[in-house]
């Protein structure tokens, strides 16, 4: 005989039934516990965990970078000091010279002969006072007539130094060594007192001038080593020998010159120039840039733990930064960086604190 449909339903439901009870009995000996958690474990559940990295500061040598140009050491208009037609040319453009060469030649006219007369009026002046002198040992010549005598000598003296003089004006000489970068005269041009007839520059060694934002003036001094490099990737070193004591109204920047050893002479002064500038050697810390935030004054901070796992805010100063790193200081020398979680704490909470690759 087969059973009713209703006696099926409820064997099945006091099957469902039992083992309902039986699970209820058994409870979840993991999850569930005959005591409350104390006041610790609470606490301890609520904390939120950061990932930390502990680093020291280690030793670092900034370095600015600033837009400039290479100039000359010196260069300078020669402008005649006399006078007179151009008689010679001694020179060339693109010439180098040394220091005291003679560069033009003027018209001399009787300078020459007005020179060599001079020249025997002061031998003959000079013959005639010694002799005077020493008559008067023997008191056969007056104080006067000695008064008389060097007076002349003297005359005869600045006479010939004057032609001397003329004379040296008439053949310009270079005043340091260098190249002739323009020559503005030919034969036989006639050249007036002040009239600039060359430019001389000095090219073996160089003047790398840039200017420099105010924020970057803190630890820049004379002194400092530099590298200089041009459009072409070539490089030359130098050293900082001024930094201007006031701001450019206009930019509020500062004008900085390093000085440039040229010894093989190339030809670079006016080529464009960036100037890379070892600044003083400092302690810093290298963190990632996805690290560094702003505090509540807008001002860069990076987040770290301090000795109570308690989280700390501390403002830091950017010295470098590329896309893979950033160097700062500002932090202690000793550090525990919040490197996973900081943008869910805020500063003075404390946290629970998990070393990177997850050990507590």
Do not use: C
């Amino acid at each position: 005989m087969r059973m009713s449909l209703p006696s099926r339903s409820v064997l099945l439901a006091i099957g469902l039934g039992v083992l309902l009870l039986l699970w209820l009995l058994s409870g979840d000996r993991q999850r569930f516990s005959d005591h409350a958690p104390d006041e610790a474990e609470r606490a301890e559940a609520l904390l939120a965990r950061v990932e930390v990295r502990e680093q020291t500061a280690e030793a670092y040598v900034p370095r600015l970078k600033a837009q400039g140009e290479l100039l000359p050491w010196r260069e300078v208009a020669l402008r005649a000091r006399a006078a007179g037609q151009v008689s010679a040319l001694r020179v060339r453009e693109g010439s180098r010279v040394n220091r005291n060469a003679i560069l033009i030649e003027l018209d001399q006219e009787d300078l020459p002969a007005r020179l060599r007369r001079s020249e025997a009026e002061l031998a003959s002046q000079r013959a005639e006072l010694s002799a005077a002198e020493r008559l008067q040992g023997r008191q056969l010549a007056s104080e006067n007539e000695l008064l008389r005598l060097r007076s002349m000598l003297a005359q005869a003296e600045a006479e010939e130094a004057a032609l001397r003089q003329q004379l040296a004006n008439a053949q310009p000489r270079a005043p340091f060594a260098g190249v002739v970068d323009r020559l503005e005269v030919e034969e036989g041009d006639f050249l007036q007192v002040g009239e600039t007839f060359a430019h001389l520059v000095e090219d073996q060694r160089l003047r790398a001038s840039a200017w420099v934002s105010q924020r970057d003036m803190t630890d820049l001094a004379p002194g400092l080593t530099a590298r200089v490099t041009l459009l072409d990737g070539s490089e030359l070193e130098g050293e900082v020998i001024f930094v201007s004591a006031r701001a450019q109204e206009s930019t509020r920047s500062y004008r900085v010159e390093v000085e440039v050893p040229n010894p093989e002479r190339r030809r670079i002064a006016g080529a464009s120039a960036t100037l890379d500038i070892a600044l003083p050697e400092r302690q810093a810390h290298s963190v990632s840039p996805a690290l560094l935030v702003l505090d509540d004054a807008g001002r860069m901070a990076v987040r770290h733990l301090d000795d109570d796992d308690r989280v700390q805010l501390t403002r830091v100063r950017l010295l470098s930064a590329s896309s893979r790193e950033a160097w700062v200081d500002g932090l202690p020398e000793q550090v525990r960086l919040i490197t996973v979680g900081g943008g869910f704490v805020t500063e003075g909470q404390q946290v629970e604190a998990v070393s990177e690759g997850g050990a507590r």
